[in-house]
Nanobody, 115 residues
Framework: QVQVVESGGGLVQPGGSLRLSCAASGSVFSIYVMGWYRQGPGKQRELVARGFSGGRTDYADSVKGRFTISRDNARNTVYLQMNSLKPEDTAVYYC?????????WGQGTQVTVSS
């Protein structure tokens, strides 16, 4: 069993910044990808950013240049630095951890961008 726990969400004004953290623990074997997805009100869950063990990263076009994903492999932790936040970034952000034995999701953390 793998536990995935996110933290760092909250309320921020447009143009502000937030940093999300996600830590995986438990029976963690051969993590090959850690990433962030989000689901806004009335929308489907979508990829925000993900980082592969080999170093490759993917970003949604809507966050390129504003968000940065980083990993601490020794701690099985992934971060999402979000800058220049916009109201349309409002969503529940979910962490995903993919391993050789399957994938696991966190419970989600709310990010609200509003003045």
């Amino acid at each position: 069993q793998v536990q995935v726990v996110e933290s760092g969400g909250g309320l921020v004004q447009p143009g502000g910044s937030l940093r999300l953290s996600c830590a995986a623990s438990g029976s963690v074997f051969s993590i090959y990808v850690m990433g962030w997805y989000r689901q806004g009100p009335g929308k489907q869950r979508e990829l925000v950013a993900r980082g592969f063990s080999g170093g490759r990263t993917d970003y949604a076009d809507s966050v390129k240049g504003r968000f940065t994903i980083s990993r601490d492999n020794a701690r099985n932790t992934v971060y999402l630095q979000m800058n220049s936040l916009k109201p349309e970034d409002t969503a529940v952000y979910y962490c995903y951890v993919g391993t050789s034995r399957g994938g696991w999701w966190g419970q989600g953390t709310q990010v609200t961008v509003s003045s």
